[in-house]
């Protein structure tokens, strides 16, 4: 875990470092005026951007280790304090449309596995491909149309209120639940397939309990693991829905500093999105010993 | 109608194959009957045909199981669910077929006695307790708190059993219940299974490749093959007088302690789906006549509390 963030660390720098244009470069210009090669060399050394790169890479190491991730190009305010703006709202989406993707493809995915190639399964199959296929920014522009502009229920764009929260969440909520419809069927028909529901089943369980208590328990093994996966990637903020909402979250700021090479968000960003999916996948394979009785036998024993 | 289990020709088909082509056979309250033949001839078919639990695509496509008198194609779905579990129950080869990996033993103890009727959890730790020991299995509570992973496979098998058995049925279905079990575990589980029967009264049908296990544990003997029973009896009469050459070939192809090589048969069942005119065992044969080939067996007493199928029996 630790070896893959100082991976990440040296490539965010690297990529920096060999991109065109430095810090000196872009303060200066930034202010409008033509510079002299002389004053630029000034003001490199003075950045210590004229040190070598090992030098430059722990220096940075040390600045973000304390937090400081350096100030933006574009604004001079320090990168931090630019990403806990966006963050939140990031956050705050990211886990509606999470729970939304929960609450909706579970029961959904069971109900498709339970009644296996019938009408309600074609139809959940059909939805599916439909979600999957139609990409996130016709969908918003649909429920902006229908729910905006048509039926007036929902502001057409932004508010980081409650009501603004709606449409983007169903958006992002809208694909992830088609994928995971699927995937929580495919788990539960697995499941069913096992010996111990046989077992259960030629002890007169109810078809109640089989479901719920065994099946259901048994095939969430795989899911909480793709649930990990796209919770991830909603924390790395998702540019499209967040710029046609006018959601200020951390993909549209990402967006924004990569088209005004702003190289020190951006870095933040990257920094962000690599500790979000460490993280993630750490809560993901603890939630799976938990879930996971051998597992956690397997860990006792080495 | 003194018959716990009355099977009548049944015919058990997956799509076109034909698994069952018409099998008789009753069972009286607290009696055995072992039921043996080589892998594929449809032995497990019977017992979940009997248990309403085929699998997707198998039906029952004539004759009839009744259970008590009643014709079980009668029952609902509901009502055959609360038979299971109280009423009979089965048990299976691999005690992993019983207990689901992730959830201790004990809660599903529990899930299968909530099924069938309230217990408080006092009361179920009582009735569970009193099966383990009655199975001999010492320290109950760590068993229950155990996940099948932790255990022994011999006490694994033992908790199935136990499982099995826990309301008491009155017909136990085992599907080579010692098969996956070392010589000594098997003894001890045969042991257990003829003293659940003495205890509680438990009629049994014991499938088993062991013909020592059948020997020892069965009141009756089936022999199946190809769908059919080719031979039916009392145990020692069969076992001691061998008269289907199927039967013959089956035992001689047990092994021996004094050095005689098991002898094998060569060649396999006809396939399900081939509708066989004679005898199904006349390819594989030795005694087998040009009468075999176009006339089909049946049945028919030889003795007393023997029946085979062959024309050519005890040649």
């Known amino acids: ?302 | 109608m003194s018959e716990l289990l009355r099977i009548d020709s049944l015919r058990v088909n997956y799509g076109r194959a034909e698994v069952l082509k018409g099998l008789s056979l009753e069972l009286r309250p607290g009696r055995i009957f072992g039921l043996v033949g080589e892998s594929g001839c449809g032995k497990t078919t019977l017992l979940r045909a009997v248990m309403g639990l085929l699998e997707s695509g198998g039906r029952i496509s004539g004759g009839r199981v009744l259970f008590e008198g009643r014709d079980l194609s009668t029952v609902s779905a509901e009502e055959m669910r609360r038979l299971r579990g109280s009423r009979m129950s089965l048990m299976f080869q691999n005690p992993g077929e019983s207990f689901n990996p992730t959830r201790t033993i004990g809660r599903q103890f529990l899930e299968t006695m909530r099924s069938h009727g309230s217990f408080s959890a006092n009361e179920a730790m009582e009735n569970i307790s009193g099966m383990l020991q009655c199975l001999d299995l010492k320290e109950p509570e760590r068993i229950l708190k155990s996940y099948p992973y932790e255990l022994s496979g011999g006490m694994l098998q033992r908790a199935a059993l136990a499982l099995a058995m826990i309301l008491k049925p009155d017909l136990l279905l085992a599907d080579e219940p010692t098969s996956a079990l070392d010589a000594i575990v098997q003894a001890q589980a045969v042991k257990e299974m003829m003293k659940l029967r003495d205890e509680f009264g438990t009629a049994i049908v014991v499938i088993s490749h062991s013909m020592g296990v059948v020997a020892r544990m069965a009141d009756q003997v089936g022999v199946m093959y190809a769908g059919r029973l080719v031979e039916y009896g009392d145990t020692g009469a069969v076992l001691s007088k061998p008269l289907h050459p199927y039967t013959r070939a089956l035992m001689a192809a047990v092994p021996r302690l004094d050095g005689r090589w098991p002898s094998a048969t060569d060649g396999a069942p006809p396939p399900p789906e081939h509708n066989v005119r004679g005898c199904g065992f006349a390819g594989r044969c030795q005694l087998c006549a040009a009468e075999c080939l176009d006339r089909s067996q049946v049945l028919e007493p030889v003795e007393a509390g023997h029946l085979v199928a062959c024309l050519r029996a005890g040649c």
């Open chain 1, 1 to 302: 875990m630790i070896p893959i963030l100082f991976g990440v660390t040296l490539i965010n720098f690297g990529l920096m470092y060999i991109s065109p244009g430095d810090a000196a470069e872009r303060t200066l210009i930034a202010d409008g005026a033509r510079v002299s090669a002389e004053v630029l060399e000034a003001r490199r050394a003075e950045l210590g951007l004229n040190r070598p790169f090992a030098v430059q890479y722990f220096h940075w190491l040390k600045n973000l280790a304390r937090g400081d991730l350096g100030e933006s190009y574009a604004t001079g305010r320090p990168v931090w304090a630019v990403l806990s703006e966006s963050l939140p709202n990031t956050v705050l989406l990211a886990g509606s449309a999470m729970l939304l993707t929960i609450l909706i493809s579970i029961p959904l995915g069971l109900l498709a596995a339970v009644r296996q190639n019938t009408a309600v399964d074609n139809i959940l199959r059909a939805g599916s491909f439909m979600g999957l296929s139609m990409p996130s920014f016709v969908l918003a522009l649909v429920l902006i149309y229908v729910f905006g502009l048509k039926l007036k229920l929902l502001p057409v764009v932004g508010g980081t209120g409650l009501k603004g929260l709606i449409l983007p969440s169903v958006t992002l909520a809208a694909a992830l639940t088609s994928g995971f419809v699927r995937q929580v069927r495919a788990a539960v028909l697995e499941e069913l397939g096992r010996g111990y529901v046989l077992g259960a089943r030629a002890r007169g369980v109810k078809e109640r309990y089989i479901l719920y208590f065994n099946v259901l328990k048994n095939a969430l093994l795989p899911i909480v693991t793709l649930i990990g996966i796209s919770f991830g990637r909603l924390l790395g903020g998702t540019a499209v829905v967040e710029i046609i909402f006018m959601w200020p979250g951390l993909g549209r700021m990402a967006v924004e500093a990569i088209s005004q090479r702003d190289y020190p968000v951006v870095q933040g960003y990257v920094m962000w999105m690599a500790a979000i999916f460490v993280a993630v996948n750490l809560v993901a394979d603890i939630s799976y010993r938990l879930l996971n009785p051998r597992v956690r036998y397997a860990d006792e024993a080495a």
